[in-house]
């Protein structure tokens, strides 16, 4: 009887020992699959590297100097000249840069939200400039050349010393302000004794007499 309690007292031994050798060896496979093995750790390294390639390359690329373009501004502006500008300025900052626009400048005949392009050269009209054009345009689009009064040769011109209002009104450029000071000018100083002293009349500038010379003569 003595001799199986022994028996079994050393076997009991044996299976303490076996499992704690089983906790050991369970303990040694999980503490090496939470912690990462030195390939892991230098593949990891070869990662960042990449990534800190790939960045310092973008960074390159933002870095460049944007390129420099040319553009000319005159007419109504305070300082006319060749400013220097980045792609995508655009007309607000060309007229910014000369000073900005003068007391005359007709503003709302510039689009000031377009790209400046290189090489572009803008101009800035005054008012009466701006008027002129419009009166052309609308003359041009609302009257034909009719025939007023036929020479010799059926050529179609108009007196400017005997007009009245609607006639004058069917020139290129003159609108009803104009053609009363055509008449105005006529009453105060006297016949036209040349087509060119049109010029004298407010408004009309040498660009409106070249489209009015071809159909207009002076006479009694």
Same mark, same amino acid.
């Given at each position: 009887m003595e001799k199986q309690q022994w028996m079994q007292h050393i076997n009991l031994k044996y299976l303490v020992v076996a499992v704690g050798v089983a906790m050991i060896w369970l303990f040694n496979q999980w503490q090496s699959l939470a912690q990462p093995s030195q390939e892991d750790f230098f593949a990891s390294e070869e990662t960042i590297a990449e990534v800190s390639e790939t960045y310092q390359g973008i960074e390159a690329d933002n870095t460049e100097e944007p390129t420099i373009i040319y553009a000319e501004i005159k007419g109504a502006v305070m300082h006319p000249g060749v400013y220097t500008f980045h792609e995508g300025d655009r007309v607000m900052d060309l007229i910014h840069k000369a000073g900005g626009p003068t007391d005359e400048a007709a503003m709302m005949a510039i689009n000031q939200a377009l790209? *400046?392009?290189?090489?572009m050269s803008l101009s800035v009209p005054t008012y009466q400039e701006w008027e002129t054009e419009q009166e052309i345009s609308d003359s041009l689009t609302t009257h034909s050349h009719t025939v007023i009064e036929a020479g010799s040769e059926g050529s179609a011109i108009i007196n400017i010393n005997t007009a009245d209002s609607s006639q004058l009104q069917s020139?290129?450029? *003159?609108?009803?302000?104009?053609?009363?000071?055509?008449?105005?000018?006529?009453e105060e100083h006297g016949s036209f004794q040349a087509t060119e002293e049109?010029?004298?009349?407010?408004?009309i500038g040498e660009k409106t007499y070249e489209k009015l010379a071809p159909l207009i003569k002076v006479g009694p």
């Open positions: 790209l *400046i392009q290189d090489q020139l290129p450029g *003159i609108g009803p302000k104009k053609a009363e000071a055509i008449i105005a000018y006529r049109m010029m004298a009349i407010s408004g």
